[in-house]
């Protein structure tokens, strides 16, 4: 459920007209729904009951300082896998006691920062790693809150590339390794071992797979209450589906209800971190169509954005759906919808059938979860502007790039 429908033939932001919206500001651009976002991440949190748990939004799906500020605002806590995006947390006034350090290969400039932020954990995701964290610990004379990411080996029936819980994949401690590495995390004098994560994949459309992993790592706990080492926390990352077509992902609310009876009435608090079931559905890209133009055996609606502004039909082969801001009357073709960049692969859908004419505003909906974090500059485009529509308002939460942007930082040599 979102908040962009039509009223009087145009595609609406909440209340605001997606047209006007873009004669303001331009395109391509993306645009967002407060309402919508607030709606999702609620869901999550509503459907806990009584349940001890924390939302930690992850920061990757959409990272601008408007979207982390309101989640700040909502009591969220974070999900981050930089240094990055823990100064973007901090920037938006987010709660550093609520963040939570996630990624295979954190940096110790990294764990400093993190530990002199003071956020609630380190998912640490190798015996290294947890080796590295306790020298920086010791440097700076602190204890380093520590849960360990267990790669379960499980498959999430996702893309390939976006499933993370296989053991081939890099992610996480391997099964056979965890009660080991506790063990270790457990003497080592600067750490303090507080709990156990997981992410098994993102745009999961099941419960089941994230039902099995939570048993699995429910059973370890028990193995590691008979060892003397109690844990506080049990986080299931993230990775909720959305519909972005036809999928049939559980709702956040089903999802949730399929986690809890698992975890009975357990002293444990539960961490979830999700990023594209908030922001996937809150947002939409809005592009313009700048000619068209009859192909051999397609035709081509070529528009002013491209792939560098949104990488998933060209990464992954996503397939979002596009529709037109102000639907007009007309012979509908079928068409490739093309940006400028010099690339086959740039591409934002294929085969769609739309009436179509130059000029005519396009919107590519589900684009509010990575699209612009993982937006480039690529063929020097600069990055586009981000609108947010709150009721009747609409804010403009981060600008185009300007053009001197693109060079900023460069040097030439000396003569
Ligand atoms: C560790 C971790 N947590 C959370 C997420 C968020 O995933 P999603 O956007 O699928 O909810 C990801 C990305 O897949 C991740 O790598
Ligand atoms: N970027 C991916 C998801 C990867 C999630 C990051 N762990 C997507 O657009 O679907």
């Known amino acids: 459920m979102d908040f962009f429908n039509y009223s009087d033939g145009q595609l609406m932001a909440e209340s605001v007209s997606v047209a006007q919206a873009a004669e303001r500001f331009g395109t391509p651009c ?24 924390l939302i930690c939004y992850a920061v990757k799906a959409n990272s601008n300082l408007a979207v982390l500020n309101l989640m700040a605002r909502l009591g969220s806590g974070f999900d981050i896998v930089s240094g990055g995006e823990l ?40 015996e290294a790693e947890l080796e590295r964290l306790n020298r920086v610990a010791a440097e700076l004379g602190v204890s380093a809150p520590v849960s360990l990411r267990i790669n379960p080996d499980i498959d999430a029936n996702s893309h390939p590339y976006i499933s ?33 994560d997981c992410h098994i994949g993102s745009q999961l459309t099941e419960a089941r797979p994230f039902v099995e992993a939570l048993e699995r790592l429910l059973g370890l706990m028990d193995q590691l209450g008979d060892e003397g080492i109690e844990l506080e926390h049990l986080d299931l990352g993230g990775g909720l589906g959305v519909p972005y077509t036809d999928e049939r992902p559980p709702s956040p609310a089903e999802y949730v209800k399929a986690l809890l009876p698992s975890l009975g009435d357990r002293q444990l608090k539960l961490i979830l971190e999700p990023g594209r079931a908030i922001m996937a559905n809150a947002g939409i890209l809005v592009t313009k169509v700048e000619f068209l133009k009859r192909g051999e055996d397609r035709d081509f609606a070529i528009v002013d954005a491209a792939m560098n502004d949104l990488l998933r039909p060209s990464l992954y082969g996503a397939v979002q759906p596009i529709v037109p801001v102000q639907p007009r009357q007309g012979e ?13 692969g740039d591409f934002l859908g294929k085969e769609r059938r739309l009436a179509l004419a130059p000029g005519d505003l396009l919107a590519v909906r589900g684009a509010g979860a990575y699209g612009f974090t993982m937006a480039s500059n690529y063929n020097s485009r600069p990055r586009v502007a981000e609108l947010m529509a709150d009721g009747e308002r609409l804010h403009l939460i981060r600008e185009r790039e300007p053009m001197a942007q693109l060079w900023q930082g460069e040097r030439l040599l000396p003569e």
């Open 164 to 196: 993370t819980g296989l053991k081939q994949n890099k992610f996480g401690i391997p099964w056979d390794r965890a009660v080991p590495v506790y063990q270790r995390a457990a003497q080592l004098e600067h750490l303090r071992v507080t709990g156990m």
């Open 332 to 344: 509908a073709r079928l068409y490739d919808i093309v940006g400028p960049v010099c690339e086959t």
């Open 87 to 126: 100064a973007r947390v901090l920037q938006a006034g987010g709660d550093p006691a609520k963040v939570v350090f996630s990624g295979v290969g954190k940096t110790e400039a990294e764990m400093r920062q993190a530990l002199r932020a003071g956020i609630l954990c380190f998912n640490v995701e190798s």
């Open 30 to 53: 993306y645009l967002y729904s407060r309402a919508t976002i607030e709606r999702h991440w609620h869901a999550f949190s509503d459907a806990m009951g009584g349940r001890e748990h």
